[in-house]
C-alpha cells in the first residue's frame, strides 16, 4: 500500500510540473492583440458657397474632431508589446481635394494640423497617415493602451461655387493598421513604421468616419454707378447711360432683379429723379433694354424685372439709364441712389 501511494504521487509531480511548463509557453501562443480607431465625424455644419471666399472649419483653434487608437491583448497574455499604429485615409494621393460624395459635391480635405498645412493621407501614398506609438505591458486579466488623435476638416466656399443646394454625406475609407513587437521578459524592440506598410507581426481593421456638409441658398448682388456725364450743360436732348449689376446665385436657384423708385423725395417708378441742391431735381428713367422702352422696376406700375437661373457664377445684367430732354435747372451735382433687391 505505501509502496503505490508512493508511484501516484509521483505521478501528479509530474502532471504539475507539465502545466507549469505549459502556462509558460501560453502567452507567445495563444496572444490577442488588436488596434482599433473610433468612429468619428467632420461636420461642416451649413455652408455658404456665394458669399466669396470663406473658410469653413469647425474651428481654427481646435479639432473639429478626434479619432481615438485603442490597441489591447487578451487575457492570459505574459509579456509587453510596442505598437506602430497608422489612422490610414483614402482618397488624398497626391494632395488630391476630397469630395463628400461624388461628382458635383463639395470639395474639402482633411488635414493633421490646425493650420491646414498637412494632407492626412494613408500608407503607400502621398501624402501619408498619421502614425502613433502605443505600448503596453500585458497581464493575466489583458490590458490596453489609448491616445486621441486631432483630425481637422477645412473647406473654401469659392471652390464649391457651382454646388447645387443641400445636405451631402459621405467620407473617405479609412483604417488603422499596426506593426507590432513582443517580449516576454524584458523591453520590446521598436516595431517597423507603419508607415511603410505591414512589416513581421501585424494587422489592421476598419472605422467609419463621417463628413458632412449643408450648402445653403444664397445670392449676392452689386452694381455700378450709372454717369451720365460731369458737364451736361442745357439738357436740350436726351443723354443716355448705362451700368451694370451683378449677381451671383447658388447653382439652381432662380432669382428676380427688382429696383425701387430710388431715394428722391416725390420720385416714383415712373418718373425716378436726381437730387441737386434745394428743391431742384433731374428726371431720368432706367430700362431693361436698350431701346429704352421697358422700365426697370418690381412689376408693379407697368415696369418689369429681370432675372435668370444661378450658375454660382457672376451673371451681368445691363442697366440702360436715360435722362430725357427736359427744362434745365440750376447748375449742380444731382444724385439719386436706386437699391437693387434679389429675390431668390
Known amino acids: 500500500m505505501r509502496r503505490g501511494a508512493f ?45 466669396g471666399s470663406q473658410n469653413y472649419a469647425a474651428s481654427y483653434s481646435a479639432p473639429t474632431s478626434n479619432i481615438t487608437v485603442t490597441c489591447n491583448v487578451g487575457l492570459l497574455s505574459l509579456g509587453s508589446l510596442k505598437f506602430s499604429a497608422c489612422i490610414n485615409l483614402d482618397g488624398a494621393s497626391g494632395g488630391a481635394t476630397r469630395t463628400i460624395g461624388g461628382a458635383g459635391s463639395p470639395s474639402y480635405n482633411l488635414y493633421s494640423d490646425a493650420g491646414h498645412g498637412t494632407v492626412w493621407g494613408a500608407t503607400g501614398s502621398t501624402p501619408g497617415p498619421v502614425s502613433v506609438s502605443l505600448a503596453i505591458t500585458s497581464v493575466l486579466l489583458g490590458a490596453t493602451a489609448s491616445t486621441s488623435v ?19 454625406n459621405g467620407g473617405p475609407n479609412a483604417t488603422v493598421s499596426y506593426n507590432y513587437t513582443y517580449a516576454v521578459l524584458g523591453t520590446p524592440s521598436n516595431p517597423p513604421s507603419c508607415s511603410a506598410g505591414p512589416s513581421g507581426s501585424n494587422g489592421s481593421s476598419s472605422f467609419s468616419l463621417a463628413v458632412s456638409a449643408t450648402v445653403t441658398h444664397d445670392c449676392s448682388v452689386s452694381a455700378t454707378t450709372i454717369s451720365f456725364g460731369g458737364s451736361v450743360g442745357v439738357l436740350t436732348g436726351a443723354i443716355p447711360s448705362t451700368g451694370t449689376i451683378t449677381a451671383t446665385c447658388t447653382s439652381g436657384d432662380a432669382y428676380t432683379l427688382s429696383l425701387n423708385k430710388g431715394t428722391t423725395s416725390g420720385a416714383s417708378l415712373a418718373d425716378r429723379q436726381m437730387a441737386g441742391s434745394g428743391s431742384a431735381v433731374v428726371h431720368y428713367q432706367l430700362y431693361t433694354n436698350s431701346s429704352h422702352t421697358t422700365v426697370w422696376g418690381d412689376s408693379t406700375a407697368g415696369t418689369a424685372t429681370l432675372g435668370g437661373n444661378g450658375t454660382g457664377n457672376s451673371q451681368n445684367y445691363t442697366v440702360y439709364g436715360l435722362v430725357p430732354q427736359q427744362s434745365t435747372p440750376a447748375p449742380a451735382t444731382y444724385n439719386d441712389t436706386v437699391t437693387v433687391t434679389v429675390t431668390y
Open 150 to 168: 486631432p483630425i481637422y476638416g477645412y473647406m473654401l466656399s469659392n471652390l464649391n461655387n457651382t454646388v447645387v443646394p443641400g445636405t451631402y
Open 7 to 51: 508511484i501516484v504521487k509521483r505521478r501528479i509531480a509530474l502532471r504539475t510540473a507539465l502545466l507549469l511548463l505549459a502556462a509558460v509557453a501560453l502567452p507567445r501562443a495563444a496572444l490577442a492583440q488588436s488596434c482599433q480607431a473610433s468612429n468619428a465625424s467632420v461636420a461642416f455644419g451649413n455652408v455658404d458657397v456665394v458669399a
